[in-house]
């Protein structure tokens, strides 16, 4: 990358989340199902928080004002726009782990045993099944693959508002507007044991039941 488009991408990733600190602010949050994150973490296992992939910006806001961003790891691509998403991870108070969507040698498989560890000495994993690139409302198996090779547990997780910008691109991507509310739904956590495949099917299913009871949640007011 040239010096001038790493300090593009710098650019852009200070600005979402320059926008995401201060719509944040003015937000107000519905939160449904923390208990279900409590009892993932009580169970002393390696968790993931997983969401579809046009969430990301509404659950940076649920994580900054009701959890703690510090201890949370966040997949990127390693790519133009993993270089923004690091910047904006790391400036929302997360760090950003780039992973080649493309790569499957050795040294892939070195990044995954890290990312392993580092989940199983305490930090948390927020990961989007459908990404980068979609479909969206697709699972991919990566993360199937990875609770099961770290014992981790899924909590799957959505947030929805009316208020917002949606990107027109293939995850619709939510831009909340400033003084939104957001509905967030937290569900019961998923153990996966044995076939990824079968796990992948009903992470799937339940993030779109999670993504369901947000809405619920936010038309009930």
Partial sequence: ???????????????????????????????????????????????????????TMMLSI????????????????????GATLSVWAEKLGGEA????????TMASGRRLLQLIREMRRGRYLYLNPDGPDG??????????????????LVVPAAAYTATCYRVPRWDHYTIPLPFSRIAVHLGQPIEVTGDTEAARC?????????ECAAQLLYEAG
């Fill in 135 to 152: 479909p969206t409302h697709e699972a991919k198996m990566g993360v199937a693959f990875v609770a099961r090779k770290a014992g981790a």
């Fill in 202 to 210: 009903e992470i799937q299913a339940r993030l779109n039941q999670a």
């Fill in 62 to 81: 649920y994580i900054r004002r009701r959890d703690d961003p510090s201890r949370y790891t966040i997949i990127v691509p390693d790519d133009t726009r």
């Fill in 97 to 104: 782990f780039p992973v080649s969507m493309d790569d499957a």
């Fill in 1 to 55: 990358m040239s010096v001038e488009a790493g300090l593009r991408e710098r650019v852009q990733g200070w600005g979402l989340s320059t926008y995401a600190r201060w719509v944040g602010r003015t937000t107000r949050l519905q939160i449904e199902g923390s208990e279900h994150v409590a009892r993932a973490r009580a169970a002393g296992r390696p968790v993931i928080l997983a969401a579809w992939h046009g969430m």
